[in-house]
């Protein structure tokens, strides 16, 4: 019998002012008509372009399928039944089909009532594996591309809890597959267990300012079940169905083939686990086998990362980013930092990149050493690899020009900018498979290319470079012209002949997917998915740019109902939803990146639904919080929201579409910390929605959202800016949404429960909503259907009415 599941509702107005059993409601028919959709297939393709794979799902996921059984450890959420993240997104149809034709074919054979995760190609591109959950657990499945036929290669009997339980061999004929052992423990019931003591941690004195994380361990009972859910066996298992064990049981999170196929390295978890910090920071050793099992060395030795110093530069004393290098047939690379992890030491480099050649009998070689925080490597060729750095405290990000096989030639800096500067982005390094099947640099008579999305103060022009590795300097090849759609670059086919994919939609026209020859312009359609929301395809919809009080430059894309006359101007409610960003400069913080030709797609993330319901809406509304030189943002976070309120609510309201009287603001998770902070100390908005927030800043004590200062170097900052300390200010109608199960750092459902509690206690009109079994964000069905009633209702009373 299934589980009866209502929401619980803490009103105010139209409803009572105590708690309240409502069943699920559906919003307006012009919203309805919107949400209820079927969502498009997402699709990939072979190497040589010749197949493509149409995969669909379900638009949202139900209730049935949140009510699971699910634990929650370390980080990590489990469903125990099944053995796969709890949070698994799954395919419900796969289709095949051959790029020169129109029609896709039915993949044949599936699982009824199919549950797919974990797609993947072999390397020969000939066959498609993929898992199927059913009740009992998981099965490894395979389909044969040129017959479209699937068949079923395990039992149900994989372990999905941490990522894909499946990693192709470079043979493309054996999978290597994390199999639960035949004397896996039962695992405990907690809340039956008794307990032979109390949990207990102990401070040693060293400082460990954490982020507030979900989900972690608490006691000795997680810790079993926790070690018993990802322990595997790993078995090598033949598409012939034929299985061999491979290694022994033990914590497998993590195995990574070399380029050429000769060695594997495995990563897997060790004791001691962490009370205070999540798997990713658990103690993890990497060892490298050859393709027999044989072992060659352990590579790395990863012990807990409880402490760190301060800041988000900081990062752990022992090797990290530890992978193959995809330029090579058997190299690993990793980086140690030179600062010790702490961005408070002084130093000329931060970070030192290493090479180690298989089977690692020589000491690793150094490659680079980088100014900053290391951000990652594009191996091309032996003597040829591009890198980043960055440092968030600046908001600097370089690019290097090195030779990894000569460290004693001095890399070139071909870049050097504020990573926030989009208008200066020189785009991205193009890549290419290599004879390995891994991406590497494209490289062409000395030159390589950059793909950029184009962002300029006139519009948006995305665009392909050519940079020749001797001058350093890059020519312009492609710049797409289009002012009525976007055309987004995607990948270099054939840079001789000139041949790209792209994608291109207009504000009306879906996206879709083509081939574009540059030298021609010639295009040639490769999807032709169609507009599920022909209602709204003639609404008004424009970029608008205008300036706050001290001369940041904003903007916000407006949209206005079907049929409202602009000329006659009818002064209409207005709907703001936002999002605030932390800057360093007011150049960056005044750039906008917004196109009005992206297609309109409304979801519950946005208030776009209610253009068809009569209200101009300023979605994505630009909110920056700038703190130059050495002040911070969030300094002055309260009187720039406010700014930016202003600075949207004149432009519109000189523009005569608006009555600047009835205007509503809305955001979610740090969109509705500020709108709980807009409501509470200005008087321009008439009522507000704020969903999955967090909004007593003391309570997350180390650290939010862009904050380094923890609440001993800046308590005024933590108190001002937290709604929940100034509830008694707060007199402007509040709609309060919260998933039930909020799995984000920070926003922990509490929150949402104890400001509704101090809100009640002072007497503001607030209404609170508790979702069922979601999440930070909100997937099922009948959920969102009634969160989009529940904004209806409210903004019907509080602002239109």
Same mark, same amino acid.
């Given at each position: ?85 709890? &949070?698994? $997104? /799954?395919?419900? %149809? ?7 034709? @129109? ?5 044949? =054979? ?121 322990? &595997?066996? $790993? /078995?090598?298992? %033949? ?7 491979? @290694? ?5 999170? =993590? ?547």
């Amino acid at each position: 019998m299934k589980k009866v599941i209502s929401i619980l509702f803490l009103c105010f107005g139209f409803f009572s002012l105590a708690q309240e059993n409502l069943t699920y409601q559906t919003p307006p028919k012009e919203i309805l008509a919107l949400a209820d959709y079927e969502i498009t297939p997402s699709i990939s393709m072979d190497k040589d372009r010749n197949y493509m794979l149409l995969s669909y799902r379900n638009t949202y996921k139900t209730l049935d399928d949140l009510n699971q059984s699910e634990m929650k450890l370390g980080g990590l959420r489990i469903n125990p039944d099944v053995n796969i993240g709890s &949070s698994t $997104l /799954y395919l419900k %149809n796969l289709k095949i089909r051959k790029l020169k034709d @129109k029609v896709e074919t039915q993949v044949a =054979g599936l699982p009824e009532n199919a549950k797919i995760a974990n797609t993947a190609w072999s390397p020969d591109y000939k066959t498609i594996a993929f898992t199927n959950s059913t009740n009992s657990g998981v099965e490894l499945w395979l389909i044969d591309v040129v017959s479209a036929k699937a068949r079923k290669l395990t039992e149900a009997n994989l372990n999905g809890n941490v990522g894909s339980p499946f990693s192709w061999f470079n043979d493309s004929q054996n999978l290597l597959v994390r199999v639960l052992p035949n004397n896996k423990p039962s695992l405990i019931n907690k809340e039956k267990a008794i307990p032979t003591g109390p949990s207990v941690s102990s401070s040693d004195g060293s400082k460990s300012q954490n982020r507030t994380y979900q989900d972690l361990l608490k006691n000795k009972t997680d810790e079993a079940n926790f070690e018993s859910l990802i322990t &595997s066996e $790993l /078995y090598k298992i %033949n598409t012939n169905g034929s299985s061999t064990l491979f @290694k022994k049981a033990d914590m497998y999170v =993590g195995e990574n083939f070399s380029p050429d196929g000769k060695y594997i390295m495995i990563n897997t978890v060790q004791k001691p686990f962490s009370y205070i910090v999540t798997v990713s920071r658990f103690p993890l050793n990497s060892i490298v086998y050859d393709v027999d099992g044989n072992l060659i060395k352990v590579v790395n030795e990863v012990p807990l990362d409880e402490i760190r110093p301060k800041g988000f530069m900081a990062t752990r004393a022992s090797k990290r980013s530890m992978g193959w290098r995809s330029d090579k047939p058997a190299s690993l690379s990793y980086v140690l930092p030179l600062d010790g992890g702490d961005p408070a030491v002084d130093v000329a480099f931060r970070d030192e990149v290493f090479s180690w050649d298989a089977p690692f009998n020589n000491e690793p070689v150094s490659v680079l050493k980088t100014k900053d925080r290391y951000a990652g490597i594009v191996w091309g060729t032996n003597d040829l690899a591009v890198a980043y750095d960055s440092w968030y405290d600046t908001r600097n990000t370089r690019t290097y020009l090195f030779n990894p096989s000569d460290s004693s030639v001095k890399p070139s800096i071909i870049s050097d900018r504020n990573s926030q500067d989009i208008y200066s982005d020189p785009g991205n390094f193009e890549t290419k498979k290599n004879e390995f099947n891994k991406e590497v640099l494209l490289m062409n008579n000395g030159n390589l290319y950059l793909i950029g999305e184009g962002h300029t103060k006139e519009g948006q022009f995305p665009f392909i470079d050519e940079f020749n590795i001797k001058t350093l300097k890059s020519k312009r090849l492609y710049t797409s012209k289009y002012t009525d759609k976007i055309e987004r670059l995607l990948s270099i086919e054939d840079i001789n002949k000139g041949n790209v994919i792209i994608n291109l939609q207009s504000k009306n026209e879906f996206p879709n997917y083509y081939f574009r020859n540059l030298k021609s312009s010639k295009i040639t359609p490769i999807t032709t998915f169609q507009n599920p929301f022909e209602s709204i395809k003639d609404v008004y919809k424009e970029v608008i740019k205008y300036k706050r009080k001290d001369g940041v430059e904003l903007s916000g894309t407006l949209y206005l109902p079907v049929g409202y006359e602009r000329n006659k101007k009818e002064k209409l409610p207005l709907l703001i939803w936002a999002y605030p960003e932390e800057y360093k400069d007011k150049n960056s913080a005044g750039q906008s990146a917004l196109n009005e030709n992206e297609f309109t797609y409304p979801y519950y993330g946005s208030f776009v639904y209610w253009v068809t319901r009569g209200y101009a809406v300023l979605d994505d509304a630009s909110f920056p919080i700038v703190g130059e030189g050495t002040s911070e943002p969030n300094d002055t976070f309260i009187d720039q929201l406010i700014m930016n309120s202003e600075a949207a609510i004149n432009a519109l309201d000189d523009l005569g579409y608006i009555n600047r009287e009835k205007v509503a603001i809305g955001g979610h998770s740090y969109g509705a910390f500020m709108t709980a902070n807009l409501l509470t100390h200005s008087n321009l908005f008439a009522c507000g929605i704020a969903r999955s927030g967090a909004y007593n800043r003391t309570l997350t004590p180390f650290g939010f959202q862009s904050e380094q200062r923890n609440y001993w170097d800046a308590p005024e900052v933590y108190n001002t800016m937290s709604p929940f300390m100034n509830a008694h200010k707060m007199k402007t109608p509040l709609l309060l949404v919260h998933g039930e199960a909020d799995n984000n750092p920070g926003t922990f459902t509490l929150q949402t429960e104890r400001y509704f509690q101090a809100l009640k206690g002072m007497g503001a009109p607030a209404r609170m909503v508790l979702l069922p079994k979601e999440s930070h964000s909100y997937v099922a069905k009948e959920n969102i259907f009634h969160l989009l009633w529940e904004q209806d209702q409210f903004l019907e009373k509080h602002l239109k009415n």
